[in-house]
């Protein structure tokens, strides 16, 4: 018997939508309905002449409340997406791992990170959320960003979500969770859509938060009231007289922690000249020591389109430069599980001769642990540090 495609719908006029244009999911037989942007822009013009019109208050400590309620439910509860999807959490752990290759141990670690980031989403008492329609379009790596859509959920009249095509199901559930919580419908969308429809969903609203690599942070800038949130190009600056051991385990999380998918991780090590050959055949060591199991300590994350991670790990191997050496040891690529159905990208470590801040594998983001050891001068960590946005010191952590 060929197994039911369960369809993922959009929410858009407050109420759930499937659609003639659909795109097939990775992991069991699923699709998500798409968006166009004719549509999104008639739903601009529905929220415009509508909303307000039913508007009756909604005060920042009610959405608190909803939030953390909804929060609560996103973790631990049972929600239903469009008619009749009924999803619990092992059901969402289930779906996470099937189509995103995301462990069941890195989904309760971001809950808990939402969590811990919801005082700082909401609205101060005594100031108005204000009227704007905000869009929130969410990346692929993980969904610790949908701190995003609370926050502006917490302080615009309403909040659209455009989640990524390659993991879509977080975004639902949040959705869902508030939804069920009793958060008025109509502040609220789900937008699936094609990357060329972001800059239509961006015209059609009045503040937008965009997370993605470098080549789609280039391709929406300019507008008015927007944030790019791109890549973070994370380094660590080792300081004089650290060694190897040591060094290794404070870098060892920093590089591999959360699968090595945020834009916080490490990816650029720097390191005083004469000790960077030790230091970097440790850490590399410790990196090819990490296993493919999805209950391991620092779990790492597997990739489920076909050929990514064949293409994320030639990605950094295609980047070397001459006299540059990989030290990790292990192929590039491992598949596990039934029918070697899961697919891992390796984590890698390469150890350069330059300190060339434009060096390609400086900063270089992939979807998997990965960190360029930089033997460099002071000078040189100075010029390597002023490109990243997470810049990391013992013992302090990211600044």
Excluded at 268 to 280: E, M, N, Q, W
Aim: charged letters at 20%; one cysteine or more; proline letters at 11%.
């Amino acid at each position: 018997m060929t197994a039911r495609t369960a369809t993922l719908p959009a929410f858009r006029r407050a109420a759930w939508h499937t659609s003639a244009d659909t795109l097939r999911l990775p992991g069991p037989p699923a699709e998500l309905a798409l968006v166009p942007e004719v549509v999104a822009a008639a739903d601009r013009r529905w929220w415009e002449a509508e909303a307000f019109a039913r508007d009756a208050g909604f005060r920042p400590a009610d959405r608190r409340k909803l939030l953390a309620e909804a929060l609560d439910l996103f973790a631990d509860g049972t929600v239903t997406l469009g008619d009749s999807l009924v999803q619990g959490p092992t059901e969402f752990r289930a779906a996470m791992w099937a189509t995103a290759g995301v462990p069941a141990a890195l989904v309760d670690r971001w809950c808990a990170l939402l969590r811990e980031a919801l005082p700082e989403a909401g609205v101060p008492d005594g100031r108005v959320p204000d009227g704007a329609l905000s869009l929130v379009s969410l990346p692929g790596n993980t969904f610790s960003c949908l701190e995003s859509v609370l926050s502006e959920a917490a302080r615009s009249a309403a909040v659209w979500v455009r989640p990524s095509r390659r993991e879509p199901w977080s975004a639902a559930r949040l959705v869902a969770a508030l939804l069920a919580v009793g958060w008025p419908a109509w502040r609220l969308g789900l937008y699936p859509a094609q990357r060329r429809t972001l800059r239509g969903l961006i015209r059609l609203t009045d503040r937008q938060i965009v997370y993605g690599g470098q080549g789609l942070a280039a391709s929406v800038r300019g507008a008015p009231h927007l944030t790019v949130h791109g890549p973070g190009r994370g380094c660590a600056l080792v300081p004089p007289g650290m060694g190897p051991s040591e060094a290794v385990a404070w870098l060892l999380p920093l590089v591999a922690g959360d699968g090595g998918r945020f834009c916080t991780n490490v990816r650029t090590v720097v390191c005083p000249g004469p000790g960077a050959d030790a230091l970097a055949t440790a850490l590399a060591e410790a990196l090819d020591a990490l296993p493919t199991d999805p209950a391991a300590p620092w779990p790492l994350t597997a990739c489920r389109a076909p050929g990514e991670a064949e293409r994320a790990a030639w990605g950094v191997r295609e980047r070397l430069r001459p006299g540059d050496r990989l030290l990790t040891r292990r192929p590039p690529t491992a598949r596990t599980g039934a029918g070697d159905s899961d697919v891992y990208a390796l984590p890698a470590l390469a150890l350069l001769v330059s300190d060339d801040p434009g060096h390609p594998l400086v900063g270089h983001e992939v979807p998997f642990p990965f960190a360029a050891v930089v033997p460099t001068s002071p000078a040189g960590a100075e010029a390597i540090a002023t490109g990243s946005l997470f810049v990391h010191r013992p013992p302090e952590g990211p600044a």
